[in-house]
């Protein structure tokens, strides 16, 4: 985690469903250890749509080539309750109830939406009645997250783990004020519902860099520059 190199695009656009653009998402590693990309693409229309890739060659063990499969693909398009050039960045996927689930970011005028979709094969979703989880006045979300977090201990848990001494994080970067918010609360899978704890409504993750002053013979020297 301190060394990286930099590889090719792992996807670009291509394909009449992200022509216009591949957008962030997440990537989710199945139980089966096949890995897959959920993300944003603009189609031929402009659309924001979200789509799938899967690697090449699973051998290659830095994963350089992805392909789009032409099937299945865009995964989830807009309906008619949905902004389709407010809709992207779709999360990493989490099991519960024999289905998996995914958020998508979006905004139903001025109010914050988490849309929810589940699916059986993870190729058919499904919009679920109601979003997991909307604020008004908050403006379009962009970037979820959503994942738990024991309440027992401190090491990290899987994505599907659910149990009395897990409450879940809601994260969502606001573009309206350029900030990351994450509440923490409980998620009711049995209701597609999440509620954040009292007192949860207003976190605040803050991110920042700064120069320093050293030289650039010492940043050489120390092998970074600047701090977060």
């Known amino acids: 985690m301190l060394n990286w190199e930099a590889l090719e695009p792992a996807i ?17 590693v199945f139980p089966d250890d096949n890995p897959v990309i959920y ?4 189609d031929a229309k402009g659309q924001q ?31 008619k309750e949905i902004n389709g050039s407010a809709f992207r960045d779709p999360t990493t996927a989490w099991q519960a109830n024999g289905y998996w689930n995914i958020l998508v970011g979006s905004r139903k005028g001025s109010t914050g939406v988490a849309y929810l979709f589940k699916s059986k094969d993870k190729k058919t979703w499904t919009k679920t009645a109601r979003p997991l989880h909307e ?14 977090v024991s309440t027992s201990h401190e090491k990290g848990l899987d994505f599907s783990e659910l149990g009395k001494d897990v409450k879940h994080v809601l994260k969502v970067s606001l573009d309206v ?18 509620v954040p704890d009292k007192g949860q409504v207003d976190g ?20 970074w520059a600047g701090i977060m």
Not at 12 to 28: L, N, Q, R
Not at 39 to 42: D, E, F, K, N
Not at 138 to 145: L, Q
């Open 12 to 28: 670009f656009p291509s394909e009449p469903f992200d022509i216009k653009g591949t957008w962030s998402g997440s990537a989710t």
């Open 39 to 42: 993300y944003t693409g603009v």
């Open 49 to 79: 749509v979200q789509n799938y890739a899967i690697p090449a060659d699973r051998t290659d063990k830095n994963l350089r080539k992805w392909v789009k499969p032409k099937e299945g693909n865009p995964m989830v398009v807009a309906d």
């Open 135 to 148: 604020v008004p006045n908050t403006g379009m979300w962009e970037c979820p997250d959503f994942f738990p």
């Open 177 to 194: 004020t350029r900030f990351e918010y994450y509440t923490i609360g409980t998620y009711f899978p049995d209701q597609d519902k999440y």
């Open 204 to 223: 605040r993750v803050v991110w920042g860099w700064a120069n320093e002053s050293d030289s650039k013979e010492e940043d050489v020297k120390k092998g």
